[in-house]
């Protein structure tokens, strides 16, 4: 499974930000999918993911503000970021288990939020 990651950027404190994954195999197939970041000088941190049912599931921090949704016609789960916050800057990363055993990860997205 190859995930291709895309969205993020710089926007201000309280702005809106959307990430979207695709996915190289039906997400029908994937048991979850969803999204991960990594602040500066920060551990790996779970976001919100989604499960194959459509069941999200939230990070604490981020419960209120962000959305996780997934299309599979378009094989893309998405993460819409509203009121941001200054702790929110990280490198996003797309997650997928495909298996009991298989992840696969894509390539971290850059967002920065600025006060």
């Known amino acids: 499974v190859q995930l291709q990651a895309s969205g993020g950027g710089l926007v201000q404190a309280g702005g809106s930000l959307s990430l979207s994954c695709v996915s190289s195999r039906s997400i029908r197939s994937i048991m979850s999918m969803g999204w991960y970041r990594q602040g500066p000088g920060k551990q790996r941190e779970l976001v919100a993911v989604v499960s194959s049912s459509g069941m999200p599931n939230y990070a604490d921090s981020v419960k209120g503000r962000f959305t996780i949704s997934r299309d599979g016609a378009k094989n893309t789960v998405y993460l819409q970021m509203t009121s941001l916050k200054t702790e929110d800057t990280a490198v996003y990363y797309c997650?997928?288990?495909?298996?009991?055993?298989?992840?696969?990860w894509g390539q971290g997205t850059q967002v920065t939020v600025s006060s």
């Open positions: 997650w997928a288990r495909y298996s009991i055993s298989g992840n696969a």
